[in-house]
């Protein structure tokens, strides 16, 4: 006999995530009129383009996480609906305002179009699996996003002399990744609320270790890639690259205790409440705040 389609909900819902979490559409726009330097940030060759990297990804990234989450909205109890809601809008100005980010990587010489064809021949091979293997992925991604978002908010190196709103720009996304960053997870939740904790846990671990060598592979070829374009090439800029990453100010480095943390048996994004890093920021977003619904 069937469960009650409410039970179901019910029993989807019991999560970490906090009871008193509000997702909120910030509604912002950066890098609107101001003259910044080709190396942007604090005038680091690496730094630059490892941020331009990331960025590059992030107007089609973004659409596959919509479309995935979206794929499993149907049967949501009205609170995980409403965060799927706010999340969408969340990312869809996320990809609008990374489009105006990168287009000024573009102005100043940058040809990112390589990075963009590697991430749409990826996303092109993905649409012939189960869909369940796409919220899988970005479930994956996303806990990298919130990592990444982590970090940039919680350690002020990363962005540190970047010019004009630019690191605005970045901490604005950060405190929304750290804030929706129980979503995906959420949805996989009630997406797989009749499998076995096994089964959920197998697909999820071997999901990250794929989802974290494309990336670290993918993001570092892309760096070099952007720093050949400076001239900048050879097993020297190789090593300053690892350097930044691991060392200072550090990236992979000190996510890496996150990362280990998705492996554990019933581990959520929101065993760590880290939402006073939002509130350290959200005076910055106060004048353009609109509602989630």
Known sequence: MNAPSTLIAEESRKTPTPDNLEITVRNRRFGRGIEVRRWWLGGDPVGTAWMNALSATFPRGEAFFIESVKAFRDGADPRLGSEIRAFVKQEINHTREHVAFNRMAQDHGYDI????????????????????????????LEHFT??????????????????????????????????HKGVAYDTWLHATRDWSRFRRWKVKSLMMLLVTVRFIRHRTQDTMELLAQDGLTGWKWRFKLAKYLLVKPGFIRRILPGWLAYFMPGFHPWDEDNRALIKVYEGDFEDALMPAK
């Open 113 to 140: 179009d390589a990075i963009d064809a590697r991430v749409a021949k990826l996303l092109a091979e993905l649409k012939s699996r189960p869909v369940i293997l796409n919220l899988a992925a970005t479930m994956a």
């Open 146 to 179: 919130a990592m990444l978002g982590h970090e940039l908010l919680d350690n002020p190196a990363y962005l540190e002399g970047a010019d004009g709103d630019l690191g605005d720009l970045w901490r604005w996304h950060s405190a929304e990744e750290v804030e």
